[in-house]
């Protein structure tokens, strides 16, 4: 059976991602950023393991893991963790920039050292949910899509680094996706939010289902998901 590592298991892509992965009976590690969350997660997944630390803060990440049992096989690393925060560059501020950039893409590459040993053990997969803002960075977007950037560049050189361990690396960039990020993006916008135009949760979990059971023959470097109405 699979051992899965998730970050964001709690809400939106991360959680259709879990529920999918539990229902098929895998192992599933919640990265979860406190206790309290851990306890929501736990009651919401049985059997799963969760495992804290805030990735706001990626320098003190070790120093939690290091209080935490961490799981000895991992299969799979899924960053999906993610946060956004838009302004224009005369805007945003450097807390804006640094929790985007701690949380989008500095923490995932934290993680990513700490289970290597593990991955590689297991010929294992890390999958980063990136975004189309990882591809091309358009006007209030600019920190966001920085993280974004760095986040596909920081899959590509690992996915070089780790080929003769056999560890897959997968980008996944999905348009705009119902859930409460997108809300907090229309309201930033000062938009109407309507879920139903947008790509479901659950299809994006789809394609990153497809990426983890394609057999090894087969790596997905890069896949772009898009709202189809
Ligand atoms: N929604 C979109 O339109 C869209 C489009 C393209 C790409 N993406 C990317 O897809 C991923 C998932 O997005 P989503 O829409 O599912 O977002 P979401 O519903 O807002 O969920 C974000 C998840 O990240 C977790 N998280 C945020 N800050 C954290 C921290 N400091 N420590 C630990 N966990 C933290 C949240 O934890 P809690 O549950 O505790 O709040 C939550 O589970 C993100 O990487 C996002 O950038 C989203």
Same mark, same amino acid.
């Given at each position: 059976?699979?051992?899965?590592?998730?970050?964001?298991?709690?809400?939106?892509?991360?959680?259709?991602?879990?529920?999918?992965?539990?229902?098929?009976?895998?192992?599933?590690?919640?990265? %979860?950023? /406190?206790? =309290? $969350?851990?306890? @929501? &997660? *736990?009651?919401?997944?049985?059997?799963?393991?969760?495992? +804290?630390?805030?990735?706001?803060?990626?320098?003190?990440?070790?120093?939690?893991?290091?209080?935490?049992?961490?799981?000895?096989?991992?299969?799979?690393?899924?960053?999906?963790?993610? %946060?956004? /925060?838009? =302004? $224009?560059?005369? @805007? &945003? *501020?450097?807390?804006?920039?640094?929790?985007?950039?701690? +949380?989008?893409?500095?923490?995932?590459?934290?993680?990513?050292?700490?289970?290597?040993?593990?991955?590689?053990?297991?010929?294992?997969?890390?999958?980063?949910?990136?975004?189309?803002?990882?591809?091309?960075?358009?006007?209030?977007?600019?920190?966001?899509?920085?993280?974004?950037?760095?986040?596909?560049?920081?899959?590509?050189?690992?996915?070089?680094?780790?080929?003769?361990?056999?560890?897959?690396?997968?980008?996944?960039?999905?348009?705009?996706?119902?859930?409460?990020?997108?809300?907090?993006?229309?309201?930033?916008?000062?938009?109407?939010?309507?879920?139903?135009?947008?790509?479901?949760?659950?299809?994006?979990?789809?394609?990153?289902?497809?990426?983890?059971?394609?057999?090894?023959?087969?790596?997905?470097?890069?896949?772009?998901?898009?709202?189809?109405?």
């Amino acid at each position: 059976m699979a051992t899965h590592v998730i970050t964001g298991a709690g809400s939106g892509i991360g959680a259709a991602v879990a529920r999918r992965l539990h229902a098929r009976g895998d192992d599933l590690v919640l990265h %979860v950023r /406190d206790a =309290g $969350r851990a306890k @929501e &997660l *736990t009651a919401e997944f049985p059997g799963a393991k969760t495992l +804290v630390g805030d990735l706001a803060e990626p320098d003190r990440l070790s120093w939690a893991f290091s209080h935490q049992t961490l799981p000895d096989r991992v299969d799979s690393l899924l960053h999906i963790a993610g %946060v956004v /925060d838009l =302004g $224009r560059v005369d @805007e &945003l *501020t450097p807390k804006s920039w640094h929790h985007q950039l701690d +949380v989008n893409l500095v923490a995932p590459a934290e993680l990513t050292r700490h289970f290597l040993p593990q991955l590689r053990a297991a010929r294992g997969h890390v999958v980063f949910v990136n975004s189309g803002a990882g591809l091309s960075a358009h006007a209030q977007w600019s920190a966001y899509a920085a993280s974004k950037h760095g986040l596909k560049a920081l899959a590509d050189a690992l996915r070089e680094e780790e080929h003769a361990h056999g560890v897959r690396v997968t980008s996944v960039h999905p348009g705009r996706t119902a859930g409460p990020m997108q809300a907090k993006v229309h309201q930033q916008e000062g938009k109407a939010y309507d879920p139903s135009q947008w790509i479901d949760p659950e299809s994006v979990a789809t394609t990153i289902l497809m990426c983890l059971d394609l057999p090894r023959d087969a790596e997905v470097n890069d896949l772009t998901v898009r709202p189809g109405r």
